[in-house]
């Protein structure tokens, strides 16, 4: 079974521009998660999309959007990027709505964005 | 606000020097507490969800524990290939992961 892949694995933007992150997340995952994670803030949730529906979001700015296509890949977006956005993103997968069990959120290697 | 602690940032070891990691949170509504462990490059791998205080889970060299503001992660005699960032990540009402910092494992051989 395939894992999850996300789709650059590396890209450098300069400030002002936009990006677009691509996950493809494990065949039969209904729910994908995106993080952001940087060396002085850790892992940080960005949001959670199930069935094509945003189910939670984290405290990030309206510059970071996603969405979620019918067969479970989702894209996320960020828009006039600033020197802060550089982090890895990561993008995580699994089945179910909930938590626990056989609901573990499975990861991608990331995509790394470098802002200049 | 949840709120997530690992300590220590960091810790070095000599392989077959058993250790603990520490993850203390304040969840309100704790549906789980997950362990994964990240290596340079790649994104974090599940080890273990715990729910209920008490609870003990092991895998190999490795041995989770939970208790009702922290959880423990026990290496029994480690090896170099063990060394990694462990995350914790308590799971609330939300039913969202809210990650600690993580702690930097170094084996030594």
């Known amino acids: 079974k395939a894992g999850v892949t996300q789709t650059p694995r590396y890209l450098i933007k300069t400030r002002g521009q936009q990006v677009t992150l691509s996950c493809s997340p494990i065949s039969g995952h209904r729910s994908v998660s995106w993080y952001q994670q940087t060396p002085g803030q850790g892992l940080q949730f960005l949001f959670e999309?199930?069935?094509?529906?945003?189910?939670n979001k984290g405290n990030f700015p309206g510059r970071f959007s996603g969405r979620q296509f019918s067969n479970s890949r989702s894209e996320m977006n960020v828009s006039t990027l600033e020197l802060g956005d550089s982090a890895l993103y990561l993008c995580a997968s699994k089945d179910g709505a909930g938590l626990g069990g056989a609901n573990v959120l499975t990861f991608g290697a990331g995509s790394r964005l470098t802002v200049l | 606000e949840d709120q997530v602690t690992q300590s220590p940032e960091a810790l070095r070891l000599q392989e077959g020097e058993s250790s603990s990691l520490n993850c203390s949170y304040t969840v309100s509504g704790l549906r789980g507490l997950f362990w994964y462990r990240q290596d340079p490059g790649k994104g974090p791998e599940f080890l273990f969800t715990?729910?209920?205080a008490g609870e003990e889970k092991e895998k190999e060299r490795l041995k989770a524990t939970l208790t009702k503001k922290e959880s423990f992660l026990h290496i029994t005699a480690p090896k170099p290939e063990d060394s990694a960032t462990y995350l914790c990540a308590p799971s609330g009402g939300a039913q969202k992961l809210v990650f600690g910092q993580g702690t930097r494992l170094t084996i030594n051989p």
């Open positions: 715990l729910y209920s």
């Open positions: 999309y199930f069935s094509e529906t945003q189910r």
